[in-house]
């Protein structure tokens, strides 16, 4: 399973980014997906997830409003629109997965993920 996340930068307080993060693994069922961050010192935190079949959402509450989780399964990929972003949301975020292998023997448990880490910067 590999996660790979793209889209983050640097950009004035006030505007506007939108994260992607696209999954592949052959064999893999992807169920919730989502974002964390996590800043120097600080646990990590849930920003945003959302089921596999996109109906249920789950968002931290500063970034509710301002920030819009969405998912293609066609493609196995979410994204993360942020808006009115704010210097106090400048860190690295994380894209995560909870992975299942239906019909496989060997791996019957669920799986955790993560991508690499993309970092946004908001500046004043």
């Given at each position: 399973v590999q996660l790979v996340e793209s889209?983050?930068?640097?950009?004035?307080?006030?505007?506007?980014?939108r994260l992607s993060c696209a999954a592949s693994g052959s064999t893999a069922r992807f169920?919730?997906?989502?974002w964390y961050r996590q800043a120097?010192?600080?646990?990590?935190?849930?920003?945003?997830?959302?089921?596999?079949?996109?109906?249920?959402?789950?968002?931290?509450?500063?970034?509710k409003?301002?920030?819009?989780?969405?998912?293609d399964n066609?493609?196995?990929?979410?994204?993360?629109?942020?808006n009115?972003?704010?210097?106090?949301d400048t860190t690295v975020y994380y894209c995560n997965t909870q992975v299942t292998?239906?019909?496989?023997?060997?791996?019957?448990?669920?799986y955790d993920y993560w991508g690499q880490g993309t970092q946004v910067t908001v500046a004043t």
């Open positions: 889209g983050g930068g640097l950009v004035q307080a006030g505007g506007s980014l169920n919730v997906m989502g120097p010192g600080k646990q990590r935190e849930l920003v945003a997830s959302i089921t596999s079949g996109g109906g249920a959402t789950r968002y931290l509450g500063s970034v409003g301002r920030f819009t989780i969405s998912r066609a493609k196995n990929t979410i994204n993360l629109r942020m009115s972003l704010k210097p106090e292998f239906p019909g496989n023997s060997y791996y019957q448990g669920e």
